[in-house]
């Protein structure tokens, strides 16, 4: 069983910072691309940024220059920083990450997992 759990939500005035965590656990044979999606209320979920396990990323181009996304591979945890906030940046941000595991018959299987979300509110 794969967990992805996300932490570092919560409410902030617009231009300020946030940094979002979030750590996958369970029988993880390694882990390739990770990223991030949003979805505001009556909008369908977008990613927001992604990035591979070789550390190359890319955004969605209403966050370039504002967000970053980095990864730990030993700790198996993706992080996204977000500056420069703006209220249409509020939204339901969730965790995903493309995971590799071990079958029973030793076949490797790769699967999306997702974590619960985590709210990220922007004052104006």
């Known amino acids: 069983q794969v967990q992805l759990v996300e932490s570092g939500g919560g409410l902030v005035q617009a231009g300020g910072s946030l940094r979002l965590s979030c750590a996958a656990s369970?029988?993880?044979?390694?882990?390739?691309?990770m990223g991030w999606f949003r979805q505001a209320p009556g909008k369908q979920r977008e990613l927001v940024a992604a990035?591979?396990?070789?550390?190359?990323?890319n955004f969605a181009d209403s966050v370039k220059e504002r967000f970053t996304i980095s990864r730990d591979n030993a700790k198996k945890t993706v992080y996204l920083q977000m500056n420069s906030l703006k209220p249409e940046d509020t939204a339901v941000y969730y965790c995903?990450?493309?995971?590799?595991?071990?079958?029973?018959?030793?076949?490797?299987?790769?699967?999306?997992?997702w974590g619960q979300g985590t709210q990220v509110t922007v004052s104006s």
């Open positions: 995903n990450a493309r995971v590799i595991t071990i079958g029973t018959t030793l076949k490797l299987n790769e699967d999306d997992y």
């Open positions: 990035i591979t396990r070789g550390g190359t990323s």
């Open positions: 369970g029988s993880i044979f390694n882990i390739n691309a």
